[in-house]
């Protein structure tokens, strides 16, 4: 069992940066592929970004590459998601997310075993 606490939304203006966090508990964190996904109001749930186990890869949707990373330390059982030039479309709940299979679609909710409860990310223009 693995539970996932989100921290470090806010509300900023268009340009802006933020530093979203997830801290997990248990002893096997390391042993996850981690995502990140959002949602906007109105609209369905997407992929954002995923990291390997042992943080050597990434991926992200398209709307953010380049101005988005991912990051994990694991010895601290976090991962983090850089946010820079943030614009009023990356306005959403950010979800974090873990995944124990061993080699899952990390675009797809459903490859996800365990959720974070979200925070809000609110980019003014």
């Known amino acids: 069992q693995v539970q996932l606490v989100e921290s470090g939304g806010g509300l900023v203006q268009a340009g802006d940066s933020l530093r979203l966090s997830c801290a997990a508990s248990?002893?096997?964190?390391?042993?996850?592929?981690m995502g990140w996904f959002r949602q906007a109001p109105g609209k369905g749930r997407e992929f954002v970004a995923a990291?390997?186990?042992?943080?050597?890869?990434?991926d992200y949707a398209d709307s953010v590459k380049g101005r988005f990373t991912f990051s994990r330390d694991n010895a601290k059982n976090t991962v983090y998601l850089q946010m820079n030039s943030l614009k009023p479309e990356d306005t959403a709940v950010y979800y974090c997310a873990a995944s124990s299979r061993l080699a899952p679609n990390t675009k797809w909710q459903n490859e996800y075993d365990y959720w974070g409860r979200g925070t809000q990310v609110t980019v003014s223009s």
């Open positions: 990291i390997s186990r042992r943080g050597g890869s990434t």
């Open positions: 248990g002893r096997t964190f390391s042993s996850y592929i």
